[in-house]
């Protein structure tokens, strides 16, 4: 059964940081694009950030860039986001997806490429 599992999510002042992961599981992910999205109350699903299987080619939601980093660890099956400077309006539910198209570039940022998701952490920034 193919799992994706995001952790790291809480509670962060303006300002702080936060590290997610997400652990896959039920296949192997080293050869698939994983990406971030995240949905605020009341709004749609939105991309956040993408990494290419083979992690040299990354894209980023202009919200985010040069705050938000995301990484992958191929041996370990996970990828990471970090996430510094965080704002208000970076609060969220927070998901983890993978795509098998090997998509790089602005292709990654394309929801409908994505083929496995997971259940989201919550992520909450006070003012």
Known sequence: QVQLV??????????????????????????DAMGWF???PGKEREFVA???WSG????YADSVKARFTISRDNAKNTVYLQMNSLKPEDTAVYYC???RHRSTGQA???MT???????????????
Do not use: H, P
């Open 113 to 127: 490429r994505y083929d496995y998701w997971g259940q989201g952490t919550q992520v909450t920034v006070s003012s």
């Open 56 to 59: 040299f080619s990354t894209y």
């Open 50 to 52: 993408a990494i290419s």
């Open 38 to 40: 995240r949905q605020a």
């Open 97 to 99: 997806a993978a795509d």
């Open 6 to 31: 995001e952790s790291g999510g809480g509670l962060v002042e303006a300002g702080g940081s936060l590290r997610l992961s997400c652990a896959a599981s039920g296949r192997t992910f080293s050869s």
């Open 108 to 110: 990654m940022g394309v």
